[in-house]
């Protein structure tokens, strides 16, 4: 058997004209060099700067409209140059741009497309249409502009909310007559600054425009946020923290053992005056007591009022002369010297 293998070896190192021993070695080598290289790769990546993607949506979420204002926050014709801007952007067809607006509508604005359409085949234009008759700005130009002078900051309202609201009003009116203001950023700045809620920062915001007219809606608005954001903090600060002293300088400081002292004093002047109340509310209990339980006992005071004295059918019987039919202080028998008449026994009343 050990024969036929070295035979075997012998055969292989003479075909390939090299030791065995040595292709083992060689090749183990080059492994080696491929897994150095490897090892290599894998260090120079992780030694670089990381790479950090971020994916943005193409197709942007368009906010539904049903018709309402107060819910919606936009007027009709926002929402169909949103809408519009959303089909060109997706590439939509006829089709797909009527399902993907009935897919925008809610409440109201749903149920007036489909009344209007009647369940039957439709543009996308004439939905714009529909929906542009039915909740189109009914006011007009002068109603939009008393509205817009007379409209000040509610107290819900923070500025990007009031100034908002303002650009909304004059947009509005300018849609329907471009000249209805001269100039339409002066107006609206001008209407932020009158409508102020706080008083003393809406005589700030004047003298700010006074002094520069050239100021902007924004310029304005920056400076009330920042004056309203100082109130707040002077209104809301506090004293800081005193810092934790050593024992050396606490012994030091009379000041810091002020606090302790007096709180201390207060509080045995607070225990004194409810030890007194305490006493002095038994004292009285131990009165009151003593004059509930001697009460029956004690004489009355003053003079005793007599019964009245009645016959047995009810008549009165004066007790001076014992006459029958008046009381004491009706009575003339006396006065007049005459004697007292006899009457039968009297019976006692209340």
């Given at each position: 058997m050990s024969d036929t293998n070295s035979d075997d070896d012998?055969?292989?190192?003479?075909?390939?004209?090299?030791?065995?021993?040595?292709?083992?070695?060689?090749?183990?080598?080059?492994?080696?060099?491929?897994?150095?290289?490897?090892?290599?790769?894998?260090?120079?990546?992780?030694?670089?700067a990381?790479?950090?993607?971020?994916?943005?949506?193409?197709?942007?979420?368009?906010?539904?409209?049903?018709?309402?204002?107060?819910?919606?926050?936009?007027?009709?014709?926002?929402f169909i140059d949103e809408v519009q801007r959303g089909i060109r952007t997706r590439g939509l067809g006829n089709d797909d741009q009527v399902d993907f607006i009935f897919s925008l509508l809610r409440g109201s604005a749903l149920e007036e497309i489909k009344l209007c359409t009647g369940g039957e085949q439709t543009e996308p234009e004439d939905i714009f249409c529909f929906l542009r008759e039915a909740y189109s700005e009914r006011r007009s130009v002068a109603q939009l502009l008393q509205t817009f002078f007379s409209r000040f900051q509610l107290e819900v309202e923070d500025f990007f909310e009031y100034s908002h609201a303002l650009s909304q009003l004059l947009r509005l009116a300018l849609k329907q007559r471009p000249d209805a203001v001269r100039d339409a950023?002066?107006?609206v700045r001008d209407q932020f600054v009158e409508g102020v809620r706080d008083s003393t920062l809406r005589r700030e915001l004047r003298?700010?425009?006074?002094?520069?007219?050239?100021?902007?809606l924004f310029g304005v608005r920056q400076e009330a946020i920042a004056w309203s954001m100082e109130e707040k903090l002077s209104g809301t600060r506090?004293?800081?923290?005193?810092?934790?002293?050593?024992?050396?300088?606490?012994?030091?400081?009379?000041s810091t053992r002020e606090v302790p002292d007096r709180s201390s004093a207060t509080l045995d002047?607070?225990?004194?005056?409810?030890?007194?109340?305490?006493?002095?509310?038994?004292?009285?209990?131990?009165?009151?007591?003593e004059n509930v339980t001697s009460g029956e006992r004690?004489?009355?005071?003053?003079?005793?009022?007599?019964?009245f004295q009645f016959t047995e059918d009810g008549k009165p019987i004066c007790f001076k002369c014992k006459g029958v039919g008046h009381i004491a202080?009706?009575?003339?028998?006396?006065?007049q010297g005459a004697s007292p008449v006899s009457v039968p026994a009297p019976v006692q009343g209340n």
């Open positions: 012998q055969g292989l190192a003479g075909a390939t004209g090299r030791d065995p021993v040595t292709e083992l070695q060689a090749k183990l080598s080059e492994l080696s060099n491929k897994h150095d290289q490897a090892m290599a790769r894998i260090t120079a990546l992780s030694d670089g990381s790479r950090s993607y971020v994916y943005l949506p193409r197709e942007r979420p368009i906010q539904p409209f049903s018709g309402d204002a107060t819910v919606d926050g936009r007027s009709v014709e926002e950023k002066m107006a003298k700010m425009v006074r002094e520069k007219p050239e100021s902007t506090v004293a800081k923290s005193r810092p934790i002293l050593s024992d050396s300088a606490v012994a030091g400081d009379q002047e607070i225990l004194k005056v409810v030890s007194e109340q305490g006493k002095a509310i038994g004292e009285l209990l131990s009165v009151v007591w004690a004489p009355k005071r003053g003079i005793p009022r007599s019964k202080r009706e009575c003339k028998t006396l006065k």
